[in-house]
């Protein structure tokens, strides 16, 4: 016996297979008009070009303005924070009052104001890009731009230097009174709007134009030196062959030398000058071979691997020396192997800002540091 809920089912089956069906919904709609409608499609498609460019455009001077003047940059950003972070709260607002006398207070200090002001220089720069000028075109403002960064970063340093005095004194190591917070306001507003890529900031998403801020190939990150030269500088130096590629080895010595020298520690010296500077070295000598200086590359990579024979990193400078040796004709890479190696150990804040207009010599690099005489009581 089939059991009830079967018989059932069965029927209903059967009684939707013998409905019946309605001619409308069997008859397929009239003939399309290919050609038509490959023809709006196309218009539909310019349109969106056009108003993607001038949508684009319209930014971009919003954004120049913005950059030509510090205070109102940190206007224009004030507002972009109004309306992103409190739904366009009014300015009397209790919560976007205390943000603005708190956090925001630091875009009315000198440091947030630059901040603010670098901020749009390089979203203006990098809407540039992203609506087809070259890197080349935008080299000279890309140049520049890292010579304010340079100088900015330098700023920024002395004032971490004065935060961490505050903090003794206040700490009462040296019986002095407790002074303002102002300078750790600024700081903290100067590293949220130079820190953070373009695309996540409030002034991209208030603007809306986050679509226009993804270049390939392109730093997003407006306080990023190293990713500056790394992504856009140093690729457009290489493939030019231009010897100013060698002046940000140069300059990464430098700031480095001075980094371990600042530290008064023999441990942190010694890892310089036995590591970190042969590391930096050879960097230097694998850009040499990409803008055709081979013979000197071979020479100072030789001396490297006769030096620093126990480097970390020795092994493989003696293969690739090899292979250059046997290989004399061989394609040599179009980015700097070394350059990677940099990048994973972690060294940032590099001050790059002073490239020369045009090639010259490049700088000699930084010598070794001093080892310091150890102090009582520690052993070396």
């Known amino acids: 016996m089939i059991p009830l809920r079967s018989c059932l089912l069965l029927t209903a089956l059967a009684l939707t297979a013998a409905a019946p069906i309605n001619p409308a919904q069997a008859q397929d709609a009239a003939p399309v008009d290919f ?121 920024m340093d002395l004032l971490e230097e004065t935060i961490k005095r505050e903090k003794e004194l206040s700490a009462g190591k040296h019986g002095g009174p407790r002074r303002s917070n102002d300078e750790q306001v600024a700081k903290r507003i100067h590293d949220l709007v130079l820190g953070k890529g373009l695309g996540g900031s409030a002034v991209v998403q208030w603007m809306k134009i986050a ?69 930096l070295l050879w960097n230097r000598a694998e850009d040499m071979l990409l803008i055709g200086q081979r013979n000197r590359a071979m020479t100072e990579m030789f001396n490297l691997i006769k030096t620093y024979p126990k480097h970390p990193e020795g092994e493989g400078w003696l293969e690739k020396l090899e292979n250059l040796i046997v290989n004399p004709n061989g394609v040599t890479p179009t980015t700097s192997p070394g350059e990677a190696r940099s990048a994973e150990a972690g060294t940032t804040g590099v001050s790059p800002g002073s490239l020369p207009a045009a090639p010259v010599a490049p700088a000699r690099p930084a010598p070794l540091l001093p080892t310091p005489a150890p102090r009582p009581g520690l052993a070396r």
Do not use: C, H
């Open 35 to 155: 050609a038509a409608l490959l023809r709006d499609l196309k218009l539909i498609r310019e349109t969106q070009v056009t108003q993607s460019k001038q949508q684009r455009q319209t930014a971009l001077q919003q954004v120049q303005s913005a950059a030509a003047n510090g205070e109102r940059a940190a206007v224009i950003w004030e507002d972009a924070i109004r309306a992103v972070q409190f739904d366009g709260a009014a300015k009397e607002g209790t919560a976007f009052r205390d943000w603005k006398e708190k956090e925001g207070a630091g875009l009315s200090t000198k440091e947030g104001r630059n901040a603010a002001r670098l901020y749009f220089t390089w979203l203006g720069l990098t809407l540039q890009r992203d609506g087809g000028a070259t890197v080349k075109d935008l080299m000279p403002q890309v140049i520049n731009y890292t010579k304010e960064l340079s100088a900015d970063q330098q700023a």
């Open 211 to 279: 679509d226009f801020v993804k270049p390939e190939k392109w730093e997003t990150t407006p306080g990023n030196y190293d990713g500056i030269f790394n992504q856009i500088v140093l690729p457009e130096l290489r493939a030019q062959k231009d010897p100013r590629v060698l002046d940000y080895w140069d300059m990464r010595l430098k700031k480095e030398a001075e980094s371990a020298s600042k530290a008064k520690l023999a441990f942190e010296i010694d890892k310089f000058n036995n590591e970190r500077r042969p590391t």
